[in-house]
């Protein structure tokens, strides 16, 4: 599944590429032996890509706040892993 430049997640996900880079993958996440969905049922592309806008809304609102206990805030440990992933898409 790979994405059309180096940039990863904002080449995917970012800039209205989620429908096409969606489109492309879909059988790959759900039906191939190693996908990371293929444990479950495989759902429509609009089902998949509304759980991808709410996470993407989710890890929206983890970016625009405070999320550290320590006091520099450069830890960022309250950020789950998954959210983090976002972050780039935010950022530009």
């Known amino acids: 599944m790979a994405s059309a ?3 990863g997640i904002t080449a995917t996900l970012g800039h209205n ?3 096409a880079w969606l489109t ?3 059988t790959r996440l759900f039906c191939q032996p190693d996908g990371p969905l ?3 049922a495989p759902a429509s592309l609009q ?3 509304r759980h991808v806008s709410s996470a993407q809304a989710l890890a929206k609102a983890y970016h625009s706040r405070d999320h550290s206990n320590d006091p520099t805030g450069a830890d960022q440990e309250d950020v789950p892993q998954w959210a983090r992933a976002f972050f ?3 950022e530009k």
């Open 5 to 7: 430049d180096p940039d």
């Open 17 to 19: 590429h989620k429908k």
């Open 47 to 49: 089902v998949v890509q």
């Open 38 to 40: 293929c444990a479950f």
């Open 88 to 90: 780039r898409l935010f």
């Open 24 to 26: 492309t993958n879909l």
